[in-house]
């Protein structure tokens, strides 16, 4: 919930600065300050990432046991002798032990596919593929997307000519 507010907020926010910027139109700052302030927002990022300790899976996966305990002992804000602790690492390691027995996602791919009834009509043809991205709407936001990203641009300079066209005619 708190990360779709923040997505939704960030569009909105960029949306604001460019609209705020069109008017700047001749400039090469109306493009450019928009762009270049993104950056921001990732060295803001990139320097609380840095900060965050690796994850429980991976120090399990590299053998750092000890690591993988401490870091849920911290994430649970319990100390890493905790049975809460010990269940979630011990199922962390199980997780990790079944997943290097089977092989990696090619193998599960394809004992999935052996073990399904239809395995002979799954085909994915270039013409199956665009009917799949069609169900999912895939095909309709990047048609759309053109023109909303024109009319964010343009709509502070085309919409104050049709209000006023219509309200002095």
């Known amino acids: 919930m708190v990360e779709g507010a923040l997505i939704t907020g960030g569009i909105c926010f960029s949306y604001w600065l460019d609209f705020g910027f069109s008017f700047l139109d001749p400039n090469s700052i ?35 046991e000890d690591e993988a305990l401490n870091v849920l002992g911290a994430l649970s804000d319990k100390p890493s002798d905790d049975s809460y602790v010990f269940g979630e690492f011990q199922a962390i390691k199980d997780t990790v032990i079944e997943n290097q027995k089977a092989g990696g996602i090619k193998d599960l791919v394809s004992e999935t596919l052996e073990r399904c009834p239809l395995k002979n009509e799954i085909k994915l043809d270039p013409f199956t593929s665009r009917i799949l991205a069609a169900a999912n709407g895939t095909g309709r936001i990047s048609k759309i997307s053109p023109d909303l990203e024109a009319l964010a641009h343009t709509g502070s300079r085309v919409f104050p000519r049709i209000v006023d066209r219509g309200v002095h005619d």
């Open 30 to 64: 109306a493009w450019r300050f928009p762009i270049g302030f993104q950056i921001f927002f990732a060295l803001v990022i990139l320097v609380f990432v840095l900060e965050l300790p690796e994850s429980p899976r991976w120090l399990v996966l590299k053998g750092k």
